[in-house]
Structures are given as structure tokens and as C-alpha cells.
């Protein structure tokens, strides 16, 4: 069962800092590259942040760079998605995703499209209040 599960979305104030965690089974930490997606009511899915399967680059999406960071925690077979100063605009439902990789050619690449995606968690809801 490759299926990723989210946990750790709430409810917090502007300006809070969150922490989403994402556990997957181990051999998808050894050759998955991994992202975090999130969709609001009425919005379409959109990228949030993303990392290499061989863990080294990472991307995000305007909004949140210099407020969210990609972690891997191989020890723990865990994604994290740290959140700080967090806007009402960040409210969303938190989605993590797997996509089957290991190759040498694309170690350094980051999906940033949903559809490359082969593994998707439940999801994980986020909401800020104003």
C-alpha cells in the first residue's frame, strides 16, 4: 500500500505557524519524488511545495516561499510541510502526493504538476482566521 496519509491541519489564527505531516511506506523515500498540493473550495488542486526524489531540490509556489519549508525525515518516513506566518489565504485542504521515480536523470527534477502524481493522501484541512 504505497497510498500516503496526512495528519497535523487545524484551525489557527493569522500569523501561526502549522506543521503537516505526511507518512508514506519507506521505499518511497528511496525513490519517490514527494510534493504537497492543497485546494481551496471552488479552486482547482495547486502546487505547494515539492522535493527530488533523492531528497536535494526542493521547489514552492510564490506564495509561500520564505513561509513554508519541505522537510524529509527518512528515519521517520515522514514529509513535513512547516508553515509559518500563515494568511487566510492558506486555507485550503493540505494534500500529499508520491510519484514513482529513481532515475538518474531526473534526480534533480521537482514535479510541480498534479498530474505527474501517482500516490495521493486523504488530504488535511488547514483554516486561518482572520
Known amino acids: 500500500q504505497m497510498q500516503p496519509v496526512e495528519s497535523g491541519g487545524g484551525l489557527v489564527q493569522a500569523g501561526d505557524s502549522l506543521r503537516l505531516s505526511c507518512t508514506a511506506p519507506?521505499?518511497?523515500?528511496?525513490?519517490?519524488?514527494m510534493g504537497w498540493f492543497r485546494q481551496a473550495p471552488g479552486k482547482t488542486r495547486e502546487f505547494v511545495a515539492g522535493?527530488?526524489?533523492?531528497?536535494?531540490?526542493?521547489d514552492y509556489v510564490d506564495s509561500v516561499k520564505d513561509r513554508f519549508t519541505i522537510v524529509r525525515d527518512i528515519g521517520k518516513n515522514t514529509l513535513y510541510l512547516e508553515m509559518t506566518s500563515l494568511k487566510p489565504e492558506d486555507a485550503a485542504v493540505y494534500f500529499c502526493?508520491?510519484?514513482?521515480?529513481?532515475?538518474?536523470?531526473?534526480?534533480?527534477?521537482?514535479?510541480?504538476?498534479?498530474?505527474?502524481?501517482?500516490?495521493w493522501g486523504p488530504g488535511t484541512q488547514v483554516t486561518v482566521s482572520s
Open positions: 522535493v527530488s526524489w533523492i531528497g536535494k531540490d526542493t
Open positions: 519507506a521505499r518511497a523515500f528511496s525513490s519517490h519524488a
Open positions: 502526493a508520491t510519484k514513482i521515480d529513481g532515475e538518474f536523470k531526473t534526480r534533480s527534477h521537482v514535479y510541480t504538476s498534479a498530474s505527474s502524481y501517482d500516490f
